[in-house]
């Protein structure tokens, strides 16, 4: 019995991980942005400058942690880039800075979809 706990708690933990990285719904990304959600792309400088949205400030990952600061903790942050998998980590980084109301937008072309 005890030898299928060493398969299953490294399971259970890489599914925990997929699963805290997961894009925000539809409905949960629209309620945020009525709200006044800011729109944080985590991409690099160069990504950002190349294709960005209008409502999106950039703060590349690298320096994410940093200029948490910089944000307004008072209103809903959705954090994106270009697949969704580095804004999983901005989350992830946002909330060990203390920031509650915080969600994964995915692709930052994805705000375009939701807005129309």
Known sequence: MLQYLIY????????YLLWS?????????????????QVVDVRTKA?????????AINIPLDQLEARAKELDRTRPILVCCETGSRSGFGVSLLKRAGIAEVAN??????IHSLLS
């Not at 937008?105 to 994805?110: A, E, F, H, V």
């Open 8 to 15: 299953l708690i490294p399971a259970a933990a890489v599914g």
């Open 47 to 55: 990504e950002f400058k190349s294709n960005a949205h209008p409502r």
């Open 21 to 37: 990285r997961r894009s925000a719904s539809a409905g949960d990304v629209k309620g945020m942005l009525e709200r006044g959600a």
């Open 105 to 110: 937008l995915g692709s930052w072309r994805r």
